[in-house]
């Protein structure tokens, strides 16, 4: 399971926009 690894990502991700 890397539900937190992808959360993390998404999150990173959606900070940037």
Known sequence: IVI???????FMNW???
Do not use: A, P, Q, V
């Not at 937190?4 to 998404?10: A, M, W």
């Open 4 to 10: 937190e690894s992808t959360s993390i990502k998404n």
């Open 15 to 17: 900070l940037k926009i």
